[in-house]
C-alpha cells in the first residue's frame, strides 16, 4: 500500500492536468525526500520488505521520478540539481541490487527508457567544460547504468526504415561511442591529484563495466560493431576495449546468439518457456496467457496450446490445469464448460483435431443408411408439427429405431475411441471428480456428447461425414436422435411431453452409457495415452504464439504480480520470457519495398480481386504493415489502421496495395468496421496522384461499405494543402461526413478507443512521451507575413508544433500537428534580445521562424535532443564482416596476440589477460604457458613468446584455423607496420592447417578456404610495403601444403582473371606463383602446367574462330604468364614437364597481345637455360653447346617475327615492361602463318632430340606427340590447325588409315571453305602441311603416294594464295619421295600420274577438274602441269617462287633420269619446264641455245663436262662443322631456341651448278646404312651434259607438233604478259626467235601480248629489245593465220584457261565452286582408293594406327648457323637432284628397309 500512496501523492503533487510535471522548489523538495525514502526502503534487507516490494510494480513510480528531474533540469551547475540526479542515480542502483525480489510490468522497456534517460546525463557532462565539478555525478550515473545494462536486451521503437537488428545496432553504437568517449574523457593519465585519479579509475572501472554488459546483453548487434576497437589507433582506447572482452568472457556471455539460426534458437526457447511446468505441475506462462487473452484471440490461442502441448508431451498437464481453474470458478455443475471460455475452445479444438477420423468411421454408415430409399420417409414425434398424412406411433417407433442404432453403434466403437481424446476424458474426469464428485460421470457424457458426437450428427456436411445435406425430414431425425443421447448422457429424463414416450429407452440405457463414459476416462493414465504430433509445429503456431505473447505480456506480467501463487512461481520465468520476447522483437518487423508500378485509373474492381492470385506482392505489403487490423474500439468494432508514411509513391504499387486492402478487410464483409489514417510525418513522397485518388474514392464505397467510423490522427500542414487541392474530388466523400473525427494526440483518439486497445506504430506513440511544452508561442509564415499561435512540443527524437486555434478543412475543425524529425532539423539559430529563434530544415530548404517569451529553453531543448542523435549517428562504423559463435576464439585470439607486441605497458597487460581468460573461457590447450596474474610486468620484446603461444595453439586447437586466419588479415589492414610483421610472425604456424579443410567431402569448409585465400590474395596486393614479407611468409609456407595447392591455384586464376590479362593483380599473382613453387617445384609445377592443358581441352567445348574469343581465354594467358615467372631458374621442372611445355609452347606462340606473346617467347628461352643450367639433367658438351647455340639463336630478329613480336625491341622488356594495352590487339585479328609454327616446332623438336641423346629411355617425344594428338584429330579452329602442322613435324609413324582420316577432315573442310573466313583456310593448310611432313613416313607400297600428286594439284587449283604455297610444299615432297622410291627411273612421269586417276571411279571428277581449270593434263600432261606452276611466280611470297622454280627443276631432272639424258636437253617432255624456267634461270638460257643468235660468253665458258653419278637418294644439306663453337647466350634475355632446320632436306639445298664437282662429305658424315640394291637394277650408262651448241631450245626438228608448238608459244606469251622488265627483255629476245622458227602459230603471242609490246615500245631505250620486238611485229603481220584460230585451238585442246590461270591470284573467284569439285574426288578417293581400318577421332593408343616406325631422327642437323637455314622445311631456293649424298635423318631420304636398319646402329634415337 505504501508504494500506492507514494505513486498517487507524486502524480498528484507533480503531473498537472495534461500530464507533464509541474516543476516547483516544494515539489523538488518532496521528490528529493521521496527518493531518500525509497532508498531506505529498498535497501532494508528483511524478509518481510522483500514480501511487500513483489506486491506492486514500481516502474510508474521511477519513472515519475525521472521524468521530474529531468524537466526541473534548468542547468548542470545548479548543487541541488546535482545532488538530486546524484541520489536518483543511487537510487535505481539500488533497486537493480534488489531486482529479484521487486515486479515489474514491462521491465525491458522500462530499463531501456531509464538508461536513454541517465545516457542524456552523460552526454552533457561530456560535453560540460566543467568535466571535475561533474565527476561525482559522472560515476553516480555510470555507475547505474551500469546495474540497469546488466542482461538488458536493447529495445527500440519501431524505425520506418531498415530492420529491427539494424535499429538495434544503431542503438548500440550510439551508447557504445557515448561510453568509450567518456572513457577516455576521464583518462587517469591525464590526472594530477591522488584523488582525481582514485575517482577517474573508478569512473573509468564503471564504464567498462556499462560497456561489458551492454555488449554481453547484446552480443548479436553488438560484437561485430565493436570488435574494431581492438585494433583502434588509440592504445588506451584499446586497452579499455580488451578489459571489456575479458569481462564479459568472465560473465560467461553465451555467443550462440551470433549463429545464424539463432531466431529458431529463440523460438525453440519461446516454446519452451510456454509450456515450461512447474514442481506441482503448474503450466506459469501458460496459465498466465490464458487469463489475459481477449476472446477475439482465444480460438488462435487453443490450436496454438493443442499443437505445442501436444508436441511436447504435456497436453494432459494442460488440459488439467485449464479444466482445474474451469472447475474452480463454476459455481454448479450446470454452468461448467457452457461459457465461450478458452477451456471449452481447446476441448473443441481436441475433439476436431483427433476425432475426425472416428466420427467419420462410425457416423458416415449410419447417416448414409437413413438416406437410403428403404428407410421410413419420417421420424417426426410433435404432433404440433405433423403432416398430413403421417403416423404419430409409426414415426416414434422409426425414431426409437435409429436412436438405438445410433447409441449401440457408439457404444460397440469404445475401443476405437482416439487415445488422445481418452487423455481428455480422463483429466476430466479426475478434476470434477474432485469438486463434484456426483457429476463426474455426468461431465463426460456431456462434455462428449455434447461438444463432440451430437454436433456432427446435426451438421455432418459441416464435419465432413457426407458429402450432401441430408433432406429436411432426415435433419429433424438426425436433430431428435441427438437429444435423446444427449439425455442419456445427461442421466435426465425427457420433461416435454412429445419425448415422454423414449423415458423408458432412456432408463434402459443410462447404465450401458454409464460404463461406455467410464470406460474412455478411465482406460488411460495421466498423460499415457498422448501421441507426440510433432509434425504440427508448424511456423504459423510459432509465429501466431509470438504475436500472442508480445500483446498480452503485459496483462500476464500484471496477473503473475497480482496471482495469489505468485511466490510459489517466482518471477523467474516472466523475466526470462519478456527477454527473450525483447530480443524477438515486434512479430512481423520490418519493412519490404515493391518496386513496381501501374495506372491504377485503368483497372476495375474485378481486375484488382484478379490480382489477389499474386501472393509473392500481397505477402510484401502485409510485411510492411501499411494496412493491418489490431484491437478493437469502445463500440466493440474492429479496428483499421492505414500508416500513410509507409506508403512510397514509386515503390508500392497502389493497385497491390488496394488488393491488400480488400483481401484484409474480406472476413469483415458483413461487421462494421473503424479505421484509423495515421498521418503523422505526412509529405509528398506519400501522396496518391490524382487518377490514383480518385479510383481509391471510387472503389471506397464499394470497399468501405461497412465502415462506421474514421479517425484522421495527426492531421498536419501538408495534408491540409493536399486536401485544399484535391478538394474538388474529396469534398463528395468527405466534407461534413461525420464518419470522420480529426484527432491531434493520443488522448483524444481514447475517446472513441482505449488505450490498452490502441495498435499505433511505437514510432508515432514515443513522439508524446517524455516531452517538453512551450505554449504561448508564436510561428510566422514568411510568405504570408502571418503569425500563428502554436504549442512546441520537444520530445526525444523530434518537435511537434501544434497550432492552437482550429482550422477548418472540409467543413471540420482541425487542428494542425506538423511534426519534424531532430534529423530534418541542420541548424538552429537564436536572435539575441528578441525571444526569436528559426530552424533550418535540411531536405526541405527553407526555414521555421518562432517567437517565445523563453526562446532559449526552447532552444537548448532542441540542440539537447539534436546533440543526442548527433552522439547516435554511426561514425564507428564497422567493416567487419558478420561473426558466428565458432568466430568467437580465433577473434579474440588474435586481438590478444596483437596487441601483447604493443608498445604499451598497460596494453600488454589487458591483452594478455585477455588471453588468459580466452583460454580459460574455452579450454584452450595451452600447455600451461598462461597464468592470469595482476600487476604482471610484460617486456615490449616478446616476439619469441608469441610466436611460441600461437604455435603451440595452432598446434593443439587446429580446428580455430580458419576463423583465426580471417580475423588475423582483418586486423592486419588495421595494424602498423611493426604489428604487421609481428601478426605474419604469428600466422606463419597456422597455414599448414588449411590442408584439414579441402577436403571435396565438406563443401563448406572449402569454401570457407577460398574466402580465407581470396583474402590473403587481396592482402598481397594492398600491402606493398609487405610485399616481400608476405611473398615469404605466407605464400612460401602455403606452398608447402600440397593438398591445398588445387584451391590456391584456382584462387589465383580467378583474382587474375577479376583484373585482367595484364592488370596489377595478374601480375602480382604471377609472381607469387613463384613464391609458392619454391617450396615445392616439381608438384606446383606440375599442377600449373596441367590446369593450362586441361583449360587448353576445355576450349574444344565450345569452339571459336581463334583462343583470344574464347571464354576461357583469360584463363590461358594468365596461366601461360604464370609458366613465364615460374620458368626461370627451372620452377618448372623441366626434367619432368618439357613435352607439355613444348606443347604448351606451340599452341600459345603469336597468340594474344605482344607481352603475352613475349611471354611465350621468353618461356622457350628460359626452358631451354634451365635445361642448361639443371642439375637434375647431365648432358653431353655436344648437347650442352646445341641448347647454347639455340638461346643465341631464339634473340635474332628472325624468332622475333616467327613469335609475333617487334624486331627492335627486346623481347624481356615487351614481357615485363610494356603495357596490355600498349597496342590494342584485335581477337579477330590475323593469325599465326603456320610455316612459322614450322619452323618453331622443327625448333623445339631438334632441342628436344638433342636432349634425348643423353637421357636414357627417354620417352619425351611419345609424351608430347599424344598431348598433340588430343588436338589434332578434334574440332576447334583455334587449335586444331596447329596441332595438325604439330603432328606433323614431330610423328615418327604414320599410316595410310591416319591419312585416310586427315583427308576426311580436309573434306569436311572444304564443304563449309568461304573465302571470308580463315578459319576452314587454314584447317586445310595444316591438314596440306601434316600430309606434307607426313609422306614420307608412308609405306613405299601405298597408293597415297601418287594419289598425293593429285591432291596437291587440286589444292593448287583452289587459287587460295595461302593454300597455294601449302599445295606446292605437298607437290614438291610428293616428287622428292617418289624418286627417292625410284618411281620414274622406269616410268616417264606422265605415266606414273596419269596412271593414278585411271580409275573409273575417279575419272569424272579428275576431268572436272580440268575443265574447271581449263587446263587439261589427259591431253597434255607437262604443259598442264607448266600451266599450274606459273602462277607460282604471281605468288606474293618469295618462298613460294623460289619452290615453283625448285618443282620445275625437279620435273626435269625426273624426266633426265627416266630418258636417261641430261635434264635440260630439249624435248617435248621437257620443254614446257624449260620454257617456264626460261626468264628466271640463267642456267637455262646458258644450255639451251638459239639458231639466229650467238650463245652469251657465259654459255662458252662452261668449263669440262662431269659425269654425275645417279645415286637414287637425294642430297643432304651441307652439315655444320661436327664441333660448332658455342655462342654466348643473349644477354637481354634466356629465351632463344634455335631453329631447326627443316625435314625437307632437298628443298632446301643450294645445288652446285652442273659445271661444278659436288664436294667431298666425307663417310664421317654419313650414316652407317646397310644398302642393299634394288631389285632388278642396272648401272645406268653414263650420260652426257647437254651443251647450249647442240641444244636448240626452239627446235623444229625436234617440236615438231603443231599443238606442242601452239602450247609452247602460249607459256611464252603468258609468261611475258605477266614478266617485269628485265624478264621482258629475256622473253621478246626469244619470242623473236619464235616467230622466226614457228611463224604458223605465232600470231597467238600478238594476240596475248598486244598491250604489253606497245609498252615495251615506249619503256624500253635499248636496242636489242626493240629489235626483237620489231621482230615480232613483223612475224605476227606477215602470218596469214588468225589469233583467234589459235586460241580456239586452244580451246579445243582444253587449254582454255592457261594463260588466265596463271595470271595473279583472284581474292574469291570460283573458290566455292572449285571445292565442291574437290571435295567429291576427296570422298571418292577416301572410299574407293585407299585400302585400310578406319582411324577414329577419339582413339587414345595412338601407336595401333602406325604400320610403319622409324627410328630416325626427325630434326635437322643443326651444323648450319646460316639463315638460310631458318626458314620452313622446303624453302631452299636450288637442289641437285643427283647429288649422292644420303642421310638417314631425313625420314623421305631411304626405303622403310633401310631406315628400320638404321635404327639398330641408332644410339640416341627414341
Aim: contains cysteine.
Amino acid at each position: 500500500m505504501l508504494f500506492d500512496q507514494i505513486k498517487e501523492r507524486l502524480e498528484r503533487r507533480v503531473t498537472g492536468n495534461k500530464g507533464q510535471p509541474v516543476t516547483s522548489d516544494s515539489n523538488t523538495m518532496f521528490v528529493g525526500d521521496l527518493i531518500v525514502v525509497l532508498q531506505n526502503i529498498l535497501e532494508n534487507p528483511s524478509e518481510e520488505a522483500n514480501e511487500h516490494l513483489g506486491m506492486v510494480s514500481i516502474e510508474i513510480l521511477m519513472v515519475l521520478l525521472i521524468r521530474y528531474v529531468r524537466m526541473v533540469d534548468q542547468g548542470m551547475h545548479h548543487e541541488n540539481m546535482l545532488k538530486l540526479k546524484i541520489k536518483l542515480c543511487h537510487l535505481y542502483k539500488s533497486m537493480m541490487n534488489r531486482r529479484d525480489s521487486l515486479t515489474f510490468r514491462q521491465e525491458i522497456k522500462f530499463r531501456n527508457k531509464i538508461v536513454d534517460h541517465l545516457s542524456d546525463w552523460i552526454l552533457c557532462i561530456s560535453r560540460s567544460n566543467d568535466k571535475a565539478r561533474l565527476r561525482e555525478l559522472g560515476e553516480a550515473t555510470m555507475e547505474a547504468i551500469a546495474s540497469l545494462l546488466v542482461s538488458l536486451p536493447l529495445q527500440t521503437e519501431e524505425g520506418e526504415n531498415g530492420t529491427l537488428m539494424e535499429a538495434k545496432s544503431e542503438l548500440f553504437q550510439k551508447y557504445l561511442k557515448l561510453f568509450m568517449k567518456f572513457i577516455d574523457d576521464h583518462d587517469e593519465s591525464k590526472e594530477t591529484s591522488h584523488r582525481q585519479i582514485a575517482s577517474s579509475v573508478s569512473l573509468r572501472n564503471h564504464t567498462i563495466s556499462a560497456v561489458s554488459n551492454l555488449l554481453s546483453a547484446n552480443i548479436e548487434c553488438g560484437l561485430t560493431h565493436s570488435i574494431w576497437l581492438g585494433y583502434h589507433s588509440d592504445v588506451q582506447t584499446r586497452a579499455a576495449f580488451l578489459e571489456v572482452l575479458t569481462q564479459i568472457l568472465q560473465q560467461g556471455t553465451e555467443f550462440d546468439t551470433l549463429a545464424e539460426t539463432v531466431l529458431s534458437d529463440r523460438f525453440e526457447r519461446l516454446v519452451g518457456l510456454v509450456t515450461m511446468m512447474g514442481n506441482s505441475g503448474e503450466l506459469p506462462i501458460a496459465m498466465a496467457l490464458a487469463n489475459v487473452v481477449p476472446s477475439t484471440q482465444m480460438d488462435e490461442l487453443a490450436r496454438v496450446f493443442v499443437t505445442l502441448f501436444d508436441a511436447k508431451h504435456l497436453l494432459y498437464q494442460l488440459l488439467w490445469n485449464l479444466f482445474s481453474k474451469e472447475v474452480d470458478l463454476a459455481d454448479c455443475m450446470q454452468t461448467l464448460f457452457r461459457g465461450n471460455s478458452l477451456c471449452s475452445k481447446i476441448m473443441a479444438f481436441c475433439f476436431k483435431m483427433y476425432g475426425a477420423r472416428y466420427l467419420h468411421k462410425i457416423l458416415e454408415p449410419l447417416i448414409m443408411d437413413i438416406q437410403s430409399p428403404g428407410m421410413p420417409p419420417s421420424f417426426e414425434v410433435d404432433p404440433t408439427r405433423l403432416e398430413e398424412g403421417e403416423n404419430l406411433r409409426s414415426n416414434q417407433r422409426n425414431l426409437l429405431h435409429v436412436a438405438k442404432k445410433f447409441f449401440d453403434t457408439i457404444i460397440s466403437a469404445a475401443d476405437s475411441f482416439p487415445s488422445q481424446l481418452r487423455s481428455m476424458a480422463h483429466c476430466l474426469y479426475q478434476v470434477v471428480l474432485h469438486r463434484f464428485p456426483q457429476n463426474a460421470i455426468s461431465a463426460i457424457g456431456s462434455a462428449i456428447f455434447l461438444r463432440f458426437i451430437n454436433p456432427a450428427i446435426v451438421s455432418p456436411v459441416e464435419h465432413r461425414i457426407v458429402d450432401r445435406k441430408p433432406p429436411p425430414k432426415v435433419q429433424r431425425g438426425l436433430k431428435l436422435v441427438t437429444k435423446i443421447l444427449q439425455n442419456i448422457a445427461n442421466h435426465v429424463l425427457f420433461k416435454e411431453q412429445y419425448m415422454l414416450p423414449f423415458n423408458d429407452f432412456l432408463k434402459e440405457k443410462f447404465d450401458e452409457g454409464r460404463q461406455f463414459f467410464m470406460k474412455i476416462a478411465s482406460d488411460c493414465k495421466s498423460g499415457g495415452c498422448m501421441s507426440p504430433t510433432v509434425s504440427y509445429i508448424t511456423e504459423v503456431n510459432i509465429y501466431s504464439l509470438h504475436r500472442l505473447l508480445w500483446l498480452n505480456q503485459e496483462k500476464m506480467g500484471d496477473f503473475l504480480t497480482s496471482s495469489r501463487d505468485h511466490r510459489a512461481v517466482g518471477r523467474r520465468p516472466f523475466d526470462k520470457l519478456i527477454t527473450l520476447l525483447a530480443y524477438l522483437g515486434p512479430p512481423e518487423h520490418g519493412k519490404v519495398t515493391i518496386d513496381t508500378h501501374s495506372d491504377i485509373s485503368r483497372i476495375n474492381l474485378g481486375e484488382l480481386m484478379a490480382k489477389r492470385g499474386n501472393s509473392q506482392e500481397l505477402e510484401k505489403l502485409r510485411t510492411m504493415k501499411i494496412f493491418y487490423q489490431a484491437g478493437t474500439s469502445m463500440a466493440g468494432n474492429p479496428v483499421f489502421y492505414y500508416i500513410a508514411r509507409r506508403y512510397k509513391s514509386g515503390q508500392v504499387d497502389p493497385d497491390h496495395l488496394l488488393c491488400h486492402v480488400m483481401n484484409s478487410l474480406k472476413e469483415y464483409d458483413k461487421r462494421p468496421v473503424e479505421v484509423v489514417i495515421d498521418c503523422t510525418f505526412f509529405g509528398p513522397d506519400n501522396r496518391f496522384k490524382q487518377n490514383q485518388l480518385n479510383r481509391w474514392l471510387m472503389l471506397g464505397e464499394r470497399i468501405f461499405n461497412n465502415l462506421c467510423q474514421g479517425y484522421i490522427y495527426n492531421c498536419n500542414t501538408y495534408l491540409r494543402d493536399y486536401i485544399k487541392r484535391h478538394e474538388r474530388i474529396l469534398s463528395p466523400s468527405l466534407k461534413g461526413n461525420r464518419r470522420f473525427i480529426f484527432v491531434e494526440s493520443p488522448r483524444k483518439l481514447e475517446e472513441f478507443i482505449d488505450l490498452d486497445q490502441q495498435r499505433l506504430p511505437k514510432s508515432t506513440v514515443s513522439i508524446d512521451e517524455d516531452c517538453k511544452i512551450f505554449s504561448g508561442a508564436q510561428r510566422r509564415y514568411s510568405d504570408s507575413n502571418k503569425d500563428i499561435k502554436v504549442t512546441i512540443k520537444v520530445g526525444q527524437s523530434a518537435i511537434q508544433v501544434t497550432s492552437t486555434e482550429k482550422t477548418k478543412l472540409l467543413a471540420h475543425q482541425v487542428l494542425l500537428n506538423d511534426i519534424y524529425q531532430v534529423t530534418d532539423i541542420s541548424e538552429i539559430i537564436l536572435v539575441e534580445n528578441e525571444n526569436q529563434f528559426e530552424l533550418s530544415l535540411r531536405n526541405e530548404g527553407r526555414s521555421l521562424h518562432f517567437y517565445h517569451s523563453n526562446s532559449l529553453v526552447v532552444a537548448q531543448a532542441i540542440q539537447q535532443i539534436k546533440n543526442k542523435y548527433e552522439i547516435s549517428k554511426s561514425d564507428m562504423a564497422s567493416d567487419h564482416p558478420k561473426i558466428r559463435p565458432t568466430d568467437v576464439p580465433g577473434t579474440l585470439l588474435n586481438m590478444a596476440l596483437l596487441n601483447l607486441g604493443s608498445n604499451d605497458p598497460s596494453l600488454r597487460s589487458a591483452a594478455y589477460n585477455l588471453l588468459c581468460t580466452l583460454s580459460a573461457s574455452f579450454d584452450l590447450s595451452m600447455e600451461g604457458q598462461l597464468l592470469e596474474t595482476s600487476g604482471l610486468c610484460i617486456p615490449a620484446n616478446n616476439t619469441l613468446f608469441i610466436v611460441s603461444i600461437s604455435t603451440t595453439l595452432a598446434v593443439n586447437e587446429s580446428h580455430l584455423t580458419l576463423e583465426f586466419l580471417e580475423e588475423c588479415i582483418s586486423g592486419f589492414r588495421k595494424s602498423s607496420i611493426e604489428m604487421k610483421h609481428l601478426c605474419l610472425e604469428y600466422m606463419t604456424p597456422w597455414l599448414p592447417n588449411l590442408s584439414r579443410f579441402c577436403k571435396r567431402t565438406d563443401e563448406t569448409k572449402r569454401m570457407r578456404l577460398n574466402v580465407i585465400l581470396d583474402k590473403l590474395i587481396t592482402m598481397t596486393i594492398d600491402e606493398k610495403e609487405m610485399y616481400p614479407s608476405i611473398q615469404a611468409k605466407i605464400w612460401g609456407t602455403i606452398g608447402q601444403v600440397e593438398d591445398i595447392l588445387d584451391n590456391v591455384l584456382d584462387s589465383f586464376i580467378k583474382n587474375s582473371a577479376t583484373g585482367g590479362l595484364g592488370s596489377p593483380r595478374a601480375e602480382v599473382m604471377a609472381e607469387t606463383a613463384v613464391a609458392l613453387a619454391s617450396a615445392n617445384v616439381k608438384l606446383f609445377s606440375a599442377k600449373v602446367i596441367e590446369r593450362l592443358c586441361k583449360v587448353l581441352e576445355k576450349t574444344c567445348n565450345a569452339p571459336t574462330p581463334n583462343l583470344e574469343m574464347h571464354l576461357m581465354w583469360n584463363d590461358l594467358a594468365i596461366l601461360a604468364r604464370y609458366l613465364l615467372m615460374l620458368s626461370f631458374n627451372n620452377r618448372l621442372d623441366v626434367a619432368n614437364n618439357l613435352p607439355a611445355l613444348f606443347h604448351i609452347t606451340t599452341m600459345l606462340a603469336s597468340t594474344g597481345p605482344p607481352p603475352l606473346r613475349a611471354s611465350i617467347h621468353g618461356l622457350v628461352t628460359n626452358i631451354i637455360h634451365s635445361l642448361c643450367t639443371c642439375s637434375q639433367l647431365e648432358f653431353t658438351g655436344d648437347t650442352i653447346r646445341v641448347l647454347q647455340l639455340s638461346l643465341t639463336e631464339l634473340s635474332l630478329p628472325h624468332y622475333y617475327d616467327l613469335f609475333g613480336l617487334d624486331k627492335d625491341k627486346s623481347a624481356a622488356v615487351t614481357a615485363f615492361r610494356s603495357s596490355y594495352k600498349e597496342k590494342p590487339y584485335s581477337p579477330t585479328g590475323d593469325s599465326m602463318p603456320l610455316p612459322n609454327l614450322e619452323i618453331i616446332t622443327d625448333t623445339l623438336l631438334e632441342i628436344l632430340e638433342a636432349c634425348m641423346k643423353d637421357i636414357p629411355n627417354c620417352n619425351w617425344l611419345n609424351d608430347w606427340t599424344k598431348l598433340t594428338r588430343k588436338f589434332a584429330f578434334q574440332y576447334n579452329p583455334a587449335i586444331q590447325p596447329r596441332a595438325l602442322v604439330v603432328l606433323g613435324c614431330i610423328s615418327n609413324s604414320t599410316s595410310n588409315a591416319e591419312v585416310k582420316y586427315l583427308l576426311k577432315i580436309m573434306a569436311q573442310a572444304l564443304d563449309k571453305i568461304n573465302p571470308q573466313e580463315s578459319s576452314n583456310v587454314g584447317l586445310i593448310e595444316a591438314i596440306v602441311i601434316a600430309l606434307t611432313r607426313l609422306q614420307p613416313l608412308l609405306p613405299p607400297e601405298s597408293p597415297l603416294h601418287r594419289l598425293l600428286f593429285w591432291i596437291a594439284i587440286s589444292v593448287l587449283q583452289l587459287d587460295e594464295v595461302t593454300l597455294y604455297s601449302a599445295g606446292m610444299a605437298l607437290l614438291e615432297q610428293n616428287l622428292l619421295q617418289l624418286d627417292q622410291q625410284g618411281v620414274f627411273e622406269n616410268e616417264c612421269p606422265q605415266e606414273v600420274f596419269l596412271k593414278a586417276r585411271e580409275r573409273e571411279s575417279l575419272q569424272l571428277y579428275f576431268d572436272n577438274i580440268d575443265r574447271t581449270a581449263a587446263l587439261s593434263f589427259k591431253k597434255h600432261f607437262h604443259f598442264a602441269m607448266v600451266g599450274h606452276l606459273l602462277k607460282g611466280f604471281r605468288h606474293p611470297s618469295h618462298t613460294a617462287v623460289s619452290r615453283t622454280m625448285r618443282v620445275l627443276n625437279l620435273m626435269l631432272a625426273c624426266i633426265a633420269k627416266y630418258r636417261n639424258c641430261d635434264k635440260f636437253e630439249v624435248s617435248n617432255e621437257s620443254i614446257a619446264y624449260l620454257i617456264a624456267l626460261l626468264p628466271v634461270s640463267d642456267e637455262v638460257r646458258s644450255r639451251c641455245s638459239t639458231k639466229h643468235r650467238h650463245p652469251d660468253p657465259i654459255e662458252d665458258d662452261m668449263g669440262p663436262v662431269f659425269i654425275v653419278n645417279t645415286n637414287p637418294h637425294p642430297p643432304l644439306p651441307y652439315p655444320r662443322p661436327t664441333s660448332p663453337q658455342p655462342s654466348p647466350p643473349d644477354p637481354t634475355g634466356l629465351f632463344i631456341p634455335r631453329p631447326r632446320p627443316p625435314m625437307m632436306e632437298p628443298h632446301k639445298l643450294v645445288y652446285p651448278p652442273c659445271n661444278l664437282k659436288p664436294p667431298d662429305y666425307g663417310q664421317s658424315h654419313l650414316p652407317n646404312l646397310d644398302v642393299k640394291p634394288k631389285r632388278n637394277m642396272h648401272p645406268q650408262p653414263v650420260r652426257r651434259i647437254s651443251t647450249a651448241t647442240d641444244n636448240v631450245l626452239l627446235d623444229e626438228d625436234v617440236l615438231t607438233d603443231y599443238e606442242t608448238r601452239l602450247l609452247l608459244l602460249t607459256v611464252l606469251a603468258t609468261l611475258g604478259r605477266n614478266a617485269n622488265e628485265s624478264e621482258a627483255r629475256i622473253l621478246f629476245e626469244y619470242l623473236a626467235e619464235a616467230s622466226q622458227v614457228f611463224p604458223k602459230v605465232f600470231p597467238i603471242v600478238h594476240n596475248l601480248l598486244g598491250s604489253k609490246i606497245v609498252t615495251a615500245l615506249k619503256e624500253f631505250p635499248d636496242g636489242a629489245t626493240l629489235s626483237a620486238v620489231q621482230c615480232i611485229i613483223q612475224n605476227s603481220t606477215a602470218c596469214d593465220d588468225s589469233a583467234n584460230h589459235h586460241l580456239a585451238m586452244l580451246q579445243s585442246m582444253g587449254f582454255g584457261g592457261l594463260w588466265r590461270f596463271s595470271g595473279h591470284f583472284s581474292h574469291c573467284g570460283q573458290l566455292e565452286e572449285k571445292a565442291e569439285i574437290f571435295t567429291k574426288l576427296l570422298r571418292t578417293i577416301i572410299s574407293t582408293c585407299i585400302p585400310g581400318e578406319e582411324l577414329e577421332p577419339d582413339e587414345s593408343n595412338p601407336s595401333s594406327l602406325l604400320t610403319i616406325s622409324t627410328n630416325v631422327s626427325l630434326s635437322s642437323s643443326m651444323s648450319s648457323l646460316s639463315l638460310s637455314s631458318l626458314q620452313s622445311p622446303t624453302e631452299l631456293d636450288h637442289f641437285d637432284l643427283t647429288a649422292s649424298v644420303g642421310s638417314s635423318r631425313f625420314r623421305h631420304v631411304s626405303s622403310p628397309s633401310n631406315e628400320r636398319l638404321g635404327r639398330k646402329n641408332q644410339t640416341g634415337g627414341r
